[in-house]
């Protein structure tokens, strides 16, 4: 089992960036892959981006140029860096994990959830 600790969200202005943080405990973290959602007032919970424990790496086409993520896999931790961001990037972002190399962008398929972080991008 993994428990996962998002941080790094706030406020900031259109324009501007952010770098989430998902710190995760266990010690089989690198078997682990590692996804970001975020969920909007009144919405579903979107895919945003994933990573596996080596190599591949997948964005929503909504993200894909602006945000970049990443691993430390000896710090057991995934960033997600968000530059250009829009009002339309106003959320809940939290981090999930699935066992084993998975490609999924379905909230679904993922076993463990943070508590999530919210980020605001005024216009």
């Not at 324009?15 to 909007?40: D, K, N």
């Not at 007032?41 to 994933?50: A, N």
């Not at 530059?83 to 939290?94: G, K």
């Amino acid at each position: 089992q993994v428990q996962l600790v998002e941080s790094g969200g706030g406020l900031v202005q259109a324009g501007g960036s952010l770098r989430l943080s998902c710190v995760a405990s266990g010690r089989t973290f690198s078997s682990y892959t590692i996804a970001w959602f975020r969920q909007a007032p009144g919405k579903e919970r979107e895919f945003v981006s994933v990573v596996w424990s080596v190599g591949p790496k997948n964005y929503a086409d909504s993200v894909k140029g602006r945000f970049t993520i990443s691993r430390d896999n000896a710090k057991n931790t995934v960033y997600l860096l968000m530059n250009s961001l829009i009002p339309e990037d106003t959320a809940v972002y939290f981090c999930a994990a699935i066992f084993g190399s998975v490609w999924s962008t379905q909230a679904s398929g993922y076993s463990y959830w943070g508590q999530g972080t919210q980020v605001t991008v005024s216009s």
